[in-house]
């Protein structure tokens, strides 16, 4: 799953069994879905802490292994054990897709942009879900929805056009390929989506999450063993990779979880356009980055297209004059 969308962090309205779909009830859920949008807001800041130091995959591999060790055990008190052994293969394949790659890539890509830069270009996700959906399962977009890729996308091209958001002194073709890196992890979280939803569709979501930490532990040991850094890094840096996997990871795996149950798929898919506030505020309080107009005004043309890709927002119909 995305950072604003679950893969964390993805991607999930399209994992998402109908059965969740509850109505919500009063407006306790909105307190879920502020606390998940500063969760994920913070994955930004605590990968770009962690990766500094650590580097790339190291970050990735700690940050799904302590993850992977906060979610095990709830996995086993609440006795979902059987589910997870039961489709294992897709759930740690996909896990793969959905965790290991795109973090790998977002802390690639935080060694040379800022994370409220990172952030915004993660609410493309459900942009390239919509796109997957539509070669996967053929869910054609409508006029309405195939509007907002076109504006979603030219937000990403603006902000490609400018080197807002860049590391200050950061050579130009680094920048752009670390945002290369983010569309790629957001094309990773689109795909992992629509395979889960094909291949794990009814499976318990805490048996899903913890099999696709799992998967992408696995899949990234080794790499990150082999460039783990010469120097051990500083507490700092542990401390943000603590937070980054129990918190922003397998803490926000189970609130987003309730966030469909108490409120619906819908309303739960709203949270990607918090994720940039929070990470644009943190970057700004904690790194000192800046904000640029620029950044601000293209956040709202990706955020707009969001909107109208994924349906939220529809475009009003002409009525026919009525008698």
């Known amino acids: 799953m995305s950072e604003g969308e679950c893969s964390a962090e993805g991607k999930p309205s399209t994992t998402i069994p109908a059965a969740l779909s509850a109505r919500p009830s009063g407006k306790a859920w909105l307190v879920d879905l502020v606390l998940l949008g500063a969760l994920w807001g913070a994955s930004f800041l605590f ?12 970050t990735a591999a700690v940050r799904v292994g302590i993850a992977m060790l906060f979610l095990l055990p709830l996995l086993l008190m609440r006795g979902q054990w059987s589910s997870l052994r039961q489709y294992w293969k897709p759930a740690l394949g996909i896990g793969v897709l959905n965790s290991g790659l795109p973090f790998a890539l977002f802390c690639f890509a935080l060694l040379s942009i800022n994370s409220g830069l990172a952030a915004v270009l993660n609410a493309t996700v459900p942009m390239f879900g919509a796109l997957v ?26 902000l490609a056009g400018r080197s807002a958001g860049f590391h200050s002194g950061a050579d130009e073709t680094a920048a752009r ?31 899903t999450a913890a099999g696709s930490q799992i998967g992408a532990t696995l899949a990234l040991a080794l790499p990150a063993l082999w460039l783990w850094p010469a120097q051990m890094p500083s507490l700092k840096a542990w401390l943000a990779l ?27 898919l709203t949270v990607t356009f918090l994720v940039p506030v929070f990470a644009l505020f943190y970057g700004a309080i904690f790194l000192g980055e800046d ?6 005004v293209c956040a709202v043309v990706i955020v707009c297209g969001v ?13 026919g004059a009525t008698a």
């Open 133 to 158: 959906a539509w070669g996967f399962f053929g869910e054609r977009p409508d006029r309405s929805r195939s509007l907002g890729l076109v504006i979603g996308f030219a937000g990403v091209a603006m």
């Open 177 to 207: 390929w670390a945002m290369a890196a983010c569309l790629a992890a957001c094309i990773c979280y689109a795909f992992s989506a629509s395979l889960t939803r094909k291949y794990l569709t009814g499976v318990p979501p805490l048996a």
């Open 291 to 296: 904000i640029t107009q620029w950044m601000l």
């Open 242 to 268: 603590v937070a980054l996997g129990v918190a922003c990871t397998g803490v926000a795996y189970i609130l987003f979880f309730r966030l469909i149950e108490r409120a619906g798929p819908a309303r739960a």
């Open 307 to 319: 909107a109208l890709s994924t349906g939220i927002v529809k475009l009003g119909r002409r009525q």
């Open 47 to 58: 990968m770009r802490i962690g990766a500094a130091e650590f580097g790339a995959l190291p």
